[in-house]
Nanobody, 125 residues
């Protein structure tokens, strides 16, 4: 049974930085890991995904150039480095995993991921 645990959320001023971490337990290293977010009153949206099976990374246009995702496969750990944060980045951020890792074409969809963390609040104000 795979469990994902996020850490690193909190409050930061606009223009600041924050790093989120996610560690998967009960999993093999063959996972794609990504991050989604859900602003209050809105639907969950994709942020960034590491398609480790293909060695590629996907970013939402809204975070390109500001956010960096990385994954340490041997440790089943994902990081989301967020720089130049804006108020519109305020949301609950969720770590997600797809196992086994198979690449999905186009924009990642939450339904492509079978495992989810509990979410961590990020507030930019």
């Amino acid at each position: 049974h795979v469990q994902l645990v996020e850490s690193g959320g909190g409050s930061v001023q606009p223009g600041g930085s924050m790093r989120l971490s996610c560690t998967a337990s009960g999993a093999s290293g063959n996972m794609c890991m990504g991050w989604f977010r859900q602003p209050a009153g809105k639907e969950r949206e994709e942020v960034a995904v590491v398609w480790s099976a293909a060695g590629s990374v996907w970013y939402a246009d809204s975070v390109k150039g500001r956010f960096t995702i990385s994954q340490i496969r041997s440790k089943s750990t994902s990081y989301l480095q967020m720089d130049s944060l804006k108020s519109e980045d305020t949301a609950v951020y969720f770590c997600a995993a797809r196992a086994p890792c198979t690449v999905v074409a186009g924009t990642p969809d939450p339904e492509d991921f079978g495992y989810w963390g509990q979410g961590t609040q990020v507030t930019v104000s």
